[in-house]
């Protein structure tokens, strides 16, 4: 079994720093347009590239910029710019399904991933393809053995890509699909003239609908009203057969998520690919995992196309079914390194001793930890209420730009 790479969604600093921490092997981000997540997530900018690029360094972590929209002439020239700065900031990657981004790319010679977008399902496609690029996303479509049969043949046919190393097959491993899954969705485009395929998706397949004959008015009766919003993908639960079918790199969707989602996601899934490396993985440790997963934003849990299962498997509502939340309580103010004190004025809800807190800042990533001990207004207190200043034993640093959130179980309807 070769070694997975783990590769971890960044919208924003305290995601990259989230994942940094939690043992993502690479990232992937956008730069404010030309990416599927362009309106979805707070987007880097042009001039965030090099520190992207330094934090990663620094960790050994791999970066792959996405340009996977589809392009017109007007935008070429972005397309340009952005490879350039791309491999001037000595970015690892571009991910493309565009043929004028994968040929502005080579030019540039700067490594390609081949996207998702183009819907690779066999291997006369990943033949034509390694012309252009090292790494290329299989269809979502595709189950495992279908994975397994196009891993054995780059294998047999030594197929080869421009760097002259084996042709590397990346699949999605976790994280939002949509009905439309690995290929083009025009409905938010016809609805709301924002296209899907330029990174501005309504998410209309996560809406309730009534179907109607318009012939005889019917009103057929769905036993599931969001028909066409369907469970989040996770592997976790099988991921030695994922394994199994020669994939190099594991992608977890999210980079419209929050950084608490990337932080405890990218850790369950680190912890369970050293499991597998290690031979310790088993299914006590899976339903751990499972646990941990379900507390960050999900809509329910289902294994996609892998094992070859039948459609059907729709999220029961609208919104997430984790079973914690965040509820904002105040900033950071200062921190105290000799004494590894921070200080933070509440702004809201109450902080009580045993709460767990969450701190988010674009440096400071996503740290989760209990409240043992606590000063209010320089005193020792159990309570801290809106106005006070609160100073807490902490073992990472904090900034005044981090936010401050107390982590609460969040009622699920079943």
Known sequence: MQKIELMAPAGNFESLQAALDNGADSVYFGVEQLNMRARASINFTLDDLEEISARCKAKGVRTYLTLNTIVYDHDLSIVKTLVKRAKEADITAVIAMDQAVIGIARELDVEVHISTQINITNIETVKFYAMFADTMVLSRELSLRQVSKITEQIEKDQIKGPSGKLVEIEIFGHGALCMAVSGKCYMSLHSSNSSANRGACKQNCRKKY???????????????????????????????????????????????????????????????????????????????????????????????????????????????????????????????PKAKIGEFKIEAYDLTLGDTILVTGPTTGAKEMVVNEMMVNDLKHDKGTKGDSVTIPLEFRIRPSDKLYKIVENKVEA
């Not at 594991?250 to 050293?274: H, M, T, W």
């Not at 294994?303 to 029961?316: A, F, I, T, V």
């Open 210 to 336: 009534t179907v109607i004959d318009q012939e005889t008015g019917f009103e057929m009766e769905l036993d599931n009203e969001y028909i066409m919003s369907p469970k989040d993908l996770c592997t976790i639960d099988f991921l030695d057969q994922v394994a199994d079918a020669g994939i190099k790199v594991l992608k977890i969707e999210g980079r419209g998520r929050a950084p608490e989602y990337v932080a405890r996601v990218i850790k369950s899934y680190r912890d369970a690919i050293d499991s597998l490396e290690n031979g310790t993985y088993n299914k006590d440790k899976v339903i751990g995992w499972m646990l941990e997963l379900e507390k960050v934003y999900n809509r329910g849990f289902w294994n996609g196309y892998y094992l070859g299962q039948r459609l059907g498997e729709w999220s029961k509502g609208s919104g997430s079914h984790a079973t914690q939340k965040k509820v904002y309580i105040g900033k950071g103010q200062h921190f105290f």
